[in-house]
Structures are given as structure tokens and as C-alpha cells.
């Protein structure tokens, strides 16, 4: 049990810290979105294929099998979140994006027989609307194709997470998925070189989207990997909504962001959802 809560509180600090440097990078234009996303995922794949390299060696751990679905859906999840956050709130980001992963993770896990109890809906509900309090402040209309991108990465962040529940060697499929991504994050680079020619990026930047895929990503992933197979999939999807939370948290000390009644009750709200759903699985 102390095992299990210990990695999930670190994954899910990883995704926070991964929001705020997401954040810091693409709102003062640091870095555009293409490029962050190839950086991300290069310093990713970098960090993880030296540690899954150093277990192999050390374990001799055979490599993980075949998988193309995987890194197409973290691609999907990384492009897809860079260039939403161009058009979007933060708020409004964070609304639509653990939405649409809520939605996937739960209809996959009442697809596949998981049945939870009416003391859990009661939870997920306090949760959601803990999230939608904590968003809700200056939430306009938003923009239809930053929404639409914003629920593309939901959706394929939420089968990425449902894909790593059976990985036996979190790192090793971690590294491979990174890997594997890669290419497709250059592609992208390089249409849009080719498209608008819009690509930039200045040290900080750089810096920025190598902290985001090393630590926050490839580690923060490798970690989440390595909880899935401990967690049922409801428990996966609303411990996710914890994160808008934690990152709200966060932005105050990091970024300044002053403190609100509604910031600290909405809080409250997320995280007892959450110890609802904990208790009454």
C-alpha cells in the first residue's frame, strides 16, 4: 500500500510540474509548440533509454514486445497539448483536458465489467465538480479548434494510460515509447518549418522542454507506468483529477499566482472526491 500511494504521488507531482513548465515555456513564447513537443519527447526518450539500458544490463530484463499504439497515442497527447495551450486558458485547458481523460478511463473500465459502487459516483461527481470550481473563474467560450485539440489529447492520454496497466518493464516501455515517438514529433517539426515556418525557440525555451521530457515526462511517466498495474482504472482515472490542483498549488509559490477561497475550497473538494472513490472503489 505504501508502495503504491508513494509512486502515485510522485507521478501525479511530475504531471503538475510537467503543466507548469509547459506553461512557462508556450504562454511568453519561449519556445513554439512544434518544437517544444520534439525536444520534449527527444530529452524524454534520451533520458529513459540510458536507464532502461543501465536495468537491462544490470537485470538482464528482456525488451518490451512490439507496441506501435503506445507512443502514436503519447505523440498525440504531447502535440496535441503544446498547441491547444497556444489558444486556451489554463483553466479552460485543464477543464477539457481531464474531461475527455476522465470520460475514456471511465468508459473503458465500466466496458471492461468494473462496477463502482454508489459511494464512488458520489465521489467522482465531488471531484468534477471541485475541478469545474477550480477552472470555472474567467471561463469563456473557448476557441473550437484549441477545445478540439485539448479533448484529442484527453482521449489519447487516457488510452496511453489504459495501454500501461499491463506493461511488465515500466521503464523499458516508457524508453520505447518515447522512442518510438520520436520520429513522429519531427515530422512535426519539420511541417511546420515547412508550413509557416513559425518554429523558434531561445535558450530558456530549450531548457524548458528538455526539463519537461527528461524529468517531468520521461521520469513522471516511467513512475505512473510502474503504479498502473497496482491501481484499478477508476482509481487511475479520478486520482488524475488531482493534478489541475496540485498544479494550482503549485503556480502560487512558483509562479506567483495569489491565493483565492474558491483556489482552496475547490481543493478540498478534488481531493475528498478522491478519498471517496479511494475508500468506496
Not at 510537467?18 to 509548440?33: F, K
Not at 512558483?254 to 483565492?260: D, I, Q, R
Amino acid at each position: 500500500m505504501l508502495r503504491t500511494v508513494t509512486l502515485t504521488a510522485v507521478a501525479l507531482l511530475c504531471f503538475a510540474s510537467n503543466s507548469l513548465l509547459c506553461r512557462a515555456a508556450l504562454r511568453p513564447g519561449a519556445i513554439d509548440p512544434a518544437s517544444f513537443t520534439l525536444i520534449r519527447i527527444l530529452s524524454g526518450a534520451v533520458v529513459l533509454l540510458v536507464l532502461s539500458w543501465v536495468r537491462t544490463r544490470a537485470q538482464q530484463r528482456p525488451r518490451p514486445a512490439g507496441d506501435f499504439v503506445s507512443p502514436a497515442a503519447l505523440f498525440a497527447y504531447a502535440i496535441a497539448f503544446s498547441f491547444a495551450y497556444v489558444r486556451l486558458t489554463a483553466g479552460t485547458g485543464a477543464l477539457v483536458l481531464f474531461g475527455a481523460v476522465q470520460v475514456t478511463m471511465l468508459a473503458a473500465a465500466i466496458r471492461a465489467g468494473e462496477r463502482p459502487r454508489p459511494a464512488a459516483w458520489l465521489g467522482i461527481l465531488v471531484a468534477v465538480g471541485g475541478l469545474i470550481g477550480l477552472t470555472l473563474p474567467g471561463l469563456g467560450a473557448p476557441d473550437p479548434l484549441g477545445a478540439t485539440l485539448m479533448a484529442l489529447a484527453g482521449v489519447s492520454w487516457g488510452i496511453y494510460t489504459l495501454r500501461g496497466r499491463g506493461a511488465t518493464d515500466p521503464i523499458g516501455a516508457t524508453a520505447r515509447n518515447f522512442g518510438f515517438g520520436l520520429p513522429l514529433a519531427l515530422i512535426a517539426w519539420v511541417v511546420g518549418v515547412g508550413v509557416s515556418g513559425g518554429v523558434h525557440a531561445d535558450p530558456r525555451g530549450l531548457a524548458l522542454a528538455a526539463a519537461s521530457g527528461g524529468i517531468a515526462s520521461g521520469i513522471g511517466y516511467a513512475v505512473w507506468y510502474t503504479a498502473l498495474p497496482l491501481l484499478t482504472a477508476t482509481r487511475a482515472a479520478v486520482l488524475q483529477l488531482s493534478v489541475p490542483a496540485i498544479t494550482a498549488a503549485l503556480a502560487v509559490v512558483v509562479l506567483g499566482e495569489s491565493v483565492s477561497a474558491r483556489l482552496v475550497l475547490s481543493s478540498i473538494a478534488v481531493l475528498g472526491g478522491i478519498a471517496i472513490v479511494l475508500k468506496w472503489r
